[in-house]
């Protein structure tokens, strides 16, 4: 199907770890990219492919992959993650892109 | 450094039209695949459409909610993206966000760049 499913909202304690997913047929073919959004900001890119992160995005943030799952960990969350994380991949179908709903992690 | 900067957003009526720009910079834009990314007020991420650079073809993808009503175009002899939206519906409002789109061999695509985007409100 066309459609990558998260989890609305996760919540993390504060320096512990959290993993957020994402599932979809298209992530047996397509690997996920993840985004970081907090309120009023556009969307940053934190992970794509199989586990690269972006010039200036910690190693606490890492990316990984299963059959029709991709995971975002995120490692000694810090109170500055707080905010809404999307995943992204290709349509297999048609080569369109989609987006998952988007999960809000709040850190405790 | 890269930088993409939307403007054109604005209050319109429904059934009406409105011209979206993007203006690009710090990047080879001619060479760059460009899309259009929209989200709701209070709702998640949809992506709205793609152009790719005129050396890959230059051809358009399109959602199918704007498939038809939606067109993207380029002028990279202004480095400069736009979305020509008509027959808007109140569910077109959004802030719509341009951004680049990386696509790498072997099933990596991703959208590196974004602007900060512009409020497009559909109201009668």
């Known amino acids: 199907s066309s459609e990558l499913t998260q989890d609305p909202a996760v919540s993390v304690a504060l320096g512990q770890t959290v993993r957020i997913t994402c599932q979809g047929d298209s992530l047996r073919s397509y690997y996920a990219t993840w985004y970081q959004q907090k309120p009023g900001q556009a969307p940053l890119l934190v992970i794509y492919g199989q586990n690269n992160r972006p010039s200036g995005i910690p190693d606490r943030f890492s990316g990984s992959s299963s059959g029709n799952t991709a995971s975002l960990t995120i490692t000694g969350a810090q109170a500055g993650d707080e905010a809404d994380y999307y995943c992204?991949?290709?349509?297999?179908?048609?080569?369109?892109?989609?987006f998952g709903g988007g999960t809000k992690l709040t850190v405790l | 450094e890269v930088q993409v900067v939307e403007s054109g957003g604005g209050l319109v009526k429904p059934g009406g039209s409105l011209r979206l720009s993007c203006a690009a910079s710090?990047?080879?834009?001619?060479?760059?695949?460009m899309s259009w990314v929209r989200q709701a007020p209070g709702k998640g991420l949809e992506w709205v459409g793609r152009?790719?650079?005129?050396?890959?073809?230059?051809?358009?993808d399109y959602a199918a909610p704007v498939k038809g009503r939606f067109t993207i175009s380029r002028d990279d002899s202004k480095n400069t993206l736009y979305l020509q939206m008509n027959s808007l519906k109140t569910e077109d409002t959004a802030v719509y966000y341009c951004?680049?789109?990386?696509?790498?061999?072997?099933?990596?695509?991703?959208?590196?760049?974004w602007g900060q985007g512009t409020l497009v409100t559909v109201s009668s």
């Open positions: 152009i790719k650079s005129k050396t890959d073809g230059g051809t358009t």
């Open positions: 992204n991949s290709r349509d297999s179908s048609y080569n369109h892109l989609m």
């Open positions: 710090g990047f080879t834009f001619s060479n760059a695949w």
């Open positions: 951004t680049t789109e990386i696509v790498v061999p072997a099933a990596i695509t991703y959208l590196q760049h």
